[in-house]
């Protein structure tokens, strides 16, 4: 192409004159292999079923399903094991697929053919829709049935699964935390046993303890305070019965043998008869003992002379007859004798009152030695209260975590049972697979649309380029815009006899061509036509 040529409308006409036998022969070439290509083809039907979600039959305020995915998650399992190769091949198997192609190639191949004439599309609002291509429409309708009940029971058996894995998780979790929680149990149990009474919980008691203690501690001492002073006047009251000078009591007949001494002897004892002597004996121990203590000389030397009557008077009991004791026995004036049995009453009331002192005494001291046990243990409780924190928060934790799972477990086996009798969220068929009417595939008039534009591209797209490799000068302009000089005159072209004849010659082969071409491709038009009437 010479540069700075220039095309004017006229030009185009000419060329498009020039190499009208070309636009043509190309023109009509691509749309004939268009129209055969497009007849050759073989027809594809497409069957399709459109899915929907439905959701549980029961509400989700009464039984949660434990399967809460969404079905845009959900599908691209579901389709990976429908699509799996294992089923593919049952389906191709069952349906007697791709006869041809499974003499020759690779089921592994066959597969994967199969897998790009299957569509899973997604539609908007809880919905899929389901397609097979095949060259046959009764195939095509029967394999897309066969994929949406597999669909259908896919989700069933995958949802039971689910539910089933959940359950079976949340039973083992629980288990795994009741153990945990009896195990805890148990270390609080031995730790309250163990610091039985040392617990926060006791401190309340414990107080209370101690100030009962002592309180009776207190109360045990005016106790015995008042004991004390009552033993005091009593034994003022027996020290003044005592030095008080009885009465001369009227003198039976005793024998005279029966005095052999006075009544008291040189040594300070008592003399006299024997029974007297005791008498007498033991009064004098008794004032010495108000006095005396018990260590005392004098007191353990009248014990003995005690000792001494008493033997005396067991061996004259034994040997002298009953009238004969009565006889020797002094009477005793009635004023004595209340005298004696006041002082034998003062006596066992002391004697009373000591032991009452000594009981209340221990009982001092044993409240004495418990006191400090229980301020121990409320001393320690702090400590105790901090080792019952931390056991009872890990406890309240494991306590909290179980009734959760124990809740949670019996929502997973409602929700299992909801999933084995099949009332919970579904597919369901809308619309199920029809026979297809028409094929889908190949769209045969875009084919010839594109073959006839396709055509005429192509051959003025060969003309721009014959255009752009010629660089031969025709007109005054392209000498003057090549070669800038001034033309003077311009030649026609004259042609011979010889280049008439090999133009008119060429023209008639290609006209021959362009026939040839249309004519064989309406007998192959017309074969393949027959051939789908047979096959039809």
């Not at 004495?368 to 406890?395: H, K, W």
Request: hydrophobic fraction near 40%; proline fraction near 5%; aromatic fraction near 4%.
């Amino acid at each position: 192409m010479l540069p700075g040529r220039q095309y004017s409308p006229a030009d185009i006409l000419f060329l498009l004159a020039k190499f009208k036998w070309l636009i043509a022969v190309l023109w009509v070439t691509v749309a004939v292999a268009a129209v055969l290509v497009g007849q050759i083809l073989p027809d594809r039907y497409r069957s399709e079923s459109l899915i929907q979600v439905v959701g549980q039959r029961v509400p989700e305020n009464y039984v949660r399903s434990t399967v809460t995915s969404r079905i845009e998650d959900r599908l691209p399992a579901i389709s990976q094991q429908i699509l799996s190769r294992t089923r593919l091949e049952r389906i191709i198997q069952d349906f007697d697929l791709y006869t041809e192609t499974r003499q020759t190639e690779l089921m592994e191949d066959i597969v994967a053919d199969m897998r790009d004439d299957i569509a899973v599309t997604i539609i908007k609002g809880d919905a899929f829709r389901v397609s097979y291509v095949s060259n046959d429409p009764r195939t095509a309708m029967r394999v897309t049935e066969r994929l949406a009940s597999l669909f259908v029971e896919e989700n069933l058996r995958d949802r039971e699964v689910l539910a089933e894995g959940a359950n079976q998780f949340i039973d083992s979790q629980l288990d795994e935390a009741r153990r945990r929680l009896l195990d805890h149990e148990k270390k609080l149990e031995d730790y309250r046993r163990q610091h039985s009474g040392e617990l926060p919980s006791q401190l309340d008691s414990n107080l209370q303890t101690i100030n009962g203690m002592q309180a009776q501690v207190t109360q045990l001492a005016e106790s015995i305070n008042r004991d004390r002073d009552r033993r005091l006047i009593l034994e003022r009251q027996i020290g003044d019965l005592m030095v008080e000078v009885p009465p001369a009591p009227p003198l039976t007949a005793v024998p005279p043998s029966a005095f052999t001494q006075s009544q008291t002897g040189a040594n300070g004892e008592p003399s006299g008869p024997i029974a007297a002597q005791l008498e007498l004996a033991r009064s004098q121990l008794q004032v010495m003992e108000l006095r005396l203590r018990p260590s005392h000389p004098d007191v353990q030397r009248m014990k003995r002379v005690i000792a001494d009557l008493e033997k005396k008077t067991e061996a004259e009991a034994a040997l002298t007859p009953v009238s004969v004791v009565e006889q020797a026995t002094p009477s005793v004036s009635p004023q004595e004798r209340i005298r004696q049995n006041r002082i034998r009453d003062l006596r066992l009331e002391v004697e009373a009152i000591d032991r009452q002192i000594a009981y209340k005494e221990e009982s001092q001291r044993t409240l004495a030695r418990t006191i400090p046990e229980y301020q121990r243990r409320v001393d320690i409780i702090p400590t105790r209260e901090s080792e019952m924190i931390a056991l009872t928060r890990d406890y309240d934790t494991l306590r909290n975590v179980y009734t959760s799972l124990l809740s949670k477990g019996e929502d997973a086996k409602v929700a299992a049972n909801l999933e084995r009798r099949q009332i919970g969220e579904q597919f369901k068929v809308i619309d199920p697979a029809r026979l297809p009417e028409r094929p889908f595939s190949p769209d045969r008039t875009l084919i010839n649309a594109g073959g006839i534009a396709g055509g005429l591209i192509l051959a003025l797209a060969i003309i721009g380029l014959t255009e752009m490799a010629d660089s031969s000068l025709r007109t005054d302009q392209d000498v003057i815009g090549a070669l800038a000089l001034p033309v003077l005159a311009t030649v026609p072209a004259i042609m011979t006899r010889e280049e008439n004849r090999m133009l008119a010659r060429r023209k008639f082969l290609v006209a021959a061509a362009s026939i040839l071409i249309i004519v064989s491709g309406g007998g192959l038009l017309v074969w393949k036509l027959d051939l789908l009437s047979r096959f039809l």
